[in-house]
């Protein structure tokens, strides 16, 4: 085991290897894509990724009336276990909204997004996205099922607990001409 060496010892003793290990060292260059700190784009980098993406919302489930239903924590799931069954590399699963938990930055401050609660999907391909949505409604189905049963035992009326939202499809511009 190596044990430092008090900086007041003379080189004469240690050899020169010490004088050249204290001497200050020039900074290494920056990489070339670090330019004033910021990340530089190389010029044949693409600047928008088009992501496939999906909401699942939760208009039957009210955080006031069902506060001790946790749908939160069913939804993650014990130590994260639904969300990473329905993660992958390439699509991404996010938990947000009102009673989320989630903390995004808005005006320098955390807090939760002022959004009905929500799953997030988004991923690389839309065929990635229509398999990550079959797996979210085997979930959503279990979970479904455990709220009537809740709202029953309480004596509350259940309705549809999630809905899908998928993004409308962008329509083609037409130019107009005289």
């Given at each position: 085991?190596?044990?430092?060496?008090?900086?007041?010892?003379?080189?004469?003793?240690?050899?020169?290897?010490?004088?050249?290990?204290?001497?200050?060292?020039?900074?290494?260059?920056?990489?070339?894509?670090?330019?004033?700190?910021?990340?530089?784009?190389?010029?044949?980098?693409?600047?928008?990724?088009k992501r496939s993406t999906c909401k699942i919302l939760f208009p039957g489930f009210d955080l006031e009336q069902h506060e001790d239903f946790e749908l939160v924590p069913r939804i993650i799931g014990r130590n994260g276990c639904n969300v990473r069954w329905i993660a992958s590399s390439t699509c991404k699963v996010r938990v947000r909204g009102r009673g989320s938990g989630h903390l995004e930055l808005e005006n320098g401050q955390y807090k939760e997004a002022d959004a009905p609660l929500q799953i997030s999907l988004s991923c690389a391909s839309s065929k990635e996205l229509e398999s990550t949505v079959e797996k979210v409604l085997k979930l959503m189905q279990v979970i479904e099922s455990h709220f009537v049963r809740y709202c029953h035992s309480k004596g509350l009326r259940s309705g549809k607990l999630y809905t899908l939202v998928r993004p409308e499809p962008l329509k083609a511009c037409r130019s107009f001409r005289n």
């Amino acid at each position: 085991m190596k044990v430092p060496l008090p900086l007041s010892m003379s080189s004469k003793v240690f050899g020169e290897s010490l004088v050249q290990a204290l001497t200050p060292r020039s900074p290494l260059p920056l990489p070339k894509c670090l330019v004033n700190n910021q990340v530089q784009r190389p010029a044949n980098a693409k600047t928008a990724v088009k992501r496939s993406t999906c909401k699942i919302l939760f208009p039957g489930f009210d955080l006031e009336q069902h506060e001790d239903f946790e749908l939160v924590p069913r939804i993650i799931g014990r130590n994260g276990c639904n969300v990473r069954w329905i993660a992958s590399s390439t699509c991404k699963v996010r938990v947000r909204g009102r009673g989320s938990g989630h903390l995004e930055l808005e005006n320098g401050q955390y807090k939760e997004a002022d959004a009905p609660l929500q799953i997030s999907l988004s991923c690389a391909s839309s065929k990635e996205l229509e398999s990550t949505v079959e797996k979210v409604l085997k979930l959503m189905q279990v979970i479904e099922s455990h709220f009537v049963r809740y709202c029953h035992s309480k004596g509350l009326r259940s309705g549809k607990l999630y809905t899908l939202v998928r993004p409308e499809p962008l329509k083609a511009c037409r130019s107009f001409r005289n």
